[in-house]
Each structure stands twice: as structure tokens, then as C-alpha cells.
């Protein structure tokens, strides 16, 4: 019998950085498209006014606004 992998799938909101766009506002963590939507409570995060990167209070996510 050949050994099989035990690891776990990575969660769809695990990552720490992601790009968004202007189609994306207003943005909110975690994002609507995102397979864990429910990780934690629905947060807006004011990306344009904090210089195009907003950082998520929750699981610490990074914003980037690309265009």
C-alpha cells in the first residue's frame, strides 16, 4: 500500500496578501467570493483612504489596492 498525504487543504481566506480593485469596493474581510465566508464577522475595510493598503482586524489579511 502507497503512503497517502494527510496534509489539510489550505482555507480559500488563509492567504496574507491580496490585490484588489476598484470593482472590489467596498471592501469587506472576508471577501464575498471567499469559500470561508463565515471565518469570522463581515468587516469594511477603508483601503482608499488608508493610502491603498488596509490590514484586516481579524485574521490579519492584507489588503492592496492595485489600480
Same mark, same amino acid.
Given at each position: 500500500?502507497?503512503?497517502?498525504?494527510?496534509?489539510?487543504?489550505?482555507?480559500?481566506?488563509?492567504?496574507? =496578501?491580496?490585490?484588489?480593485? =476598484?470593482? #472590489?469596493?467596498?471592501?469587506?474581510?472576508?471577501?464575498? $467570493?471567499?469559500?470561508?465566508?463565515?471565518?469570522?464577522?463581515?468587516?469594511?475595510?477603508?483601503? +482608499? #483612504? #488608508?493610502? $491603498?493598503?488596509?490590514?484586516?482586524?481579524?485574521? $490579519?489579511?492584507?489588503? +492592496?489596492?492595485?489600480?
Amino acid at each position: 500500500m502507497s503512503p497517502t498525504s494527510t496534509a489539510a487543504p489550505i482555507p480559500a481566506n488563509a492567504e496574507n =496578501r491580496y490585490e484588489v480593485t =476598484r470593482a #472590489d469596493l467596498p471592501l469587506s474581510c472576508p471577501m464575498p $467570493g471567499m469559500a470561508l465566508w463565515n471565518s469570522h464577522p463581515k468587516v469594511y475595510l477603508p483601503i +482608499v #483612504d #488608508d493610502g $491603498g493598503e488596509s490590514t484586516c482586524p481579524y485574521c $490579519g489579511a492584507c489588503y +492592496v489596492l492595485k489600480d
